[in-house]
């Protein structure tokens, strides 16, 4: 597999916790889609509750 270490910045951290208020999520699984929509990614998921909100977040 093709893995690249991604470090943190203000614009993943703050697009963390804007998903997490808007959608009810909390910072720990926010980050998971903050990462992928900066590193544009497809994130793979079986989490429920992310599954609700995908239709309002670019997944």
Do not use: P, Q, W
Request: charged content about 25%.
């Amino acid at each position: 597999m093709d893995f690249e270490i991604k470090y943190h910045d203000n614009s993943i951290l703050s697009d963390s916790a804007g998903i997490a208020l808007l959608e009810g999520l909390t910072i720990y699984d926010s980050l998971y889609i903050a990462v992928a929509k900066s590193s544009n990614v497809i994130f793979y998921t079986e989490d429920k509750k992310i599954l609700t909100c995908r239709k309002n977040i670019l997944l």
